[in-house]
């Protein structure tokens, strides 16, 4: 027995039949939507860190880097804006550089004017080489704050998919839009900064200044006068020579005319001056012996202040 529907049914089924449809055609959309076919775009020189962040915060699911033949629906974007300069819309900061005059490395010249430097030229911080140095400006060095000339690195990703038919910027796909605003904050909480490293030279404290080095800040004051101790404090690395033993031990050495020591414990105040690194391959190591070399090794190392050049055995 055939049973008749009824036209207000019929209408029912017709309507969720295209409501089926509807939800269907959206679905595969959605998932075209999200995976697709990306290219990179960024300066020579740059190119390599957005693929490093790649490397490190790995695209999201169906997505990947477009490869020849393949035409890309999202262009990822890595640029350095000039300094003072906005960022574009919808892009995030992931890291900043640096531009930098430079002089020869025998030049008398460590400061100049925002004006001077750019007369002189600015070249990329990481390509100013040995024998060339960076400069300050106006007294302040590339990474620290107030420097002039930094460019913020911008991340951001355009659509290739054309905009003319609706006059509207076309809307990336989500999983992109959150990827850049990840991968953005993870580069640039490791963005490295640059490092000052300062050097000086031979260290030696005569007996007559060994009270100096009690540790206290009077002390050092006084002992490393004219600004010596503001110099030493403020790069990120300051290395010098340790040009004598730290011991009371020992027996001077009667081949030596020149013979150098400095009192236990100057390690710490050494350490306290502000030096990061002391170098001990010189010709003052055994002034007084092997008993006066090994105690040096162990104020240095109870001080927590590396060395360099000279230790107990080869390795």
């Given amino acids: 027995m055939r049973a008749k529907v009824p036209h207000n049914a019929s209408f029912i089924i017709s309507y969720a039949l295209a409501l089926a449809a509807l939800a269907l055609t959206t679905l595969v959309l959605s998932c075209a939507a999200d995976g697709g076919k990306l290219s990179l775009e960024a300066e ?4 390599p860190r957005l693929e490093a962040m790649i490397a490190d915060h790995p695209l999201p699911a ?5 490869v020849s033949g393949e035409k890309p629906s999202v262009a990822i974007i ?14 995030y900061q992931c890291g900043t550089r640096y531009l930098a005059a430079s002089a020869d490395l025998a030049d008398n010249l460590f400061s100049v004017s925002a004006r001077r430097a750019e007369e002189l030229g600015l070249s990329k911080l990481e390509s100013i080489v040995l024998p060339r140095r960076a400069l300050a400006v106006d007294g302040i060095w590339p990474g620290k704050a107030g420097y002039p000339f930094a460019q913020r690195l911008a991340l951001y990703a355009r659509s290739a998919q054309s905009a003319e038919s609706s006059g509207k910027t076309p809307r990336l796909p989500t999983a992109i839009s959150r990827w850049l605003a990840e991968a953005a904050k993870a580069a640039a909480a490791s963005d490295p900064s640059p490092t000052d490293l300062a050097a000086a030279g031979d260290i030696q404290v005569g007996e007559c200044q060994w ?3 009690s540790g206290s800040e009077a002390g050092l004051v006084s002992l490393l ?18 040009e004598a033993p730290i011991s009371a031990r020992g027996f001077p050495n ?8 400095m009192p236990p414990g100057s390690a710490a105040a ?3 001056a502000g030096l990061d690194l002391l170098l001990f391959g010189n010709n003052h190591g055994l002034d007084f012996g092997g008993d006066a070399f090994d105690d040096t090794l162990v104020d240095l190392e109870k001080a927590g202040l590396p060395m360099v050049g000279a230790g ?3 390795s």
């Fill in 225 to 242: 006068r004219g600004g010596v101790l503001d110099l030493l404090r403020k790069p990120d690395i300051a290395v010098a020579n340790l």
């Fill in 44 to 47: 020579s020189d740059l190119l």
């Fill in 78 to 91: 890595l640029n350095a804006e000039p300094p003072g300069s906005s960022l574009p819309r919808g892009a």
């Fill in 254 to 261: 009667p081949r030596k005319r020149y013979r150098f020591r």
């Fill in 312 to 314: 107990r055995d080869i």
């Fill in 62 to 66: 169906r997505w990947s880097i477009a």
């Fill in 211 to 213: 009270p100096l080095l």
């Fill in 270 to 272: 050494l350490e306290k």
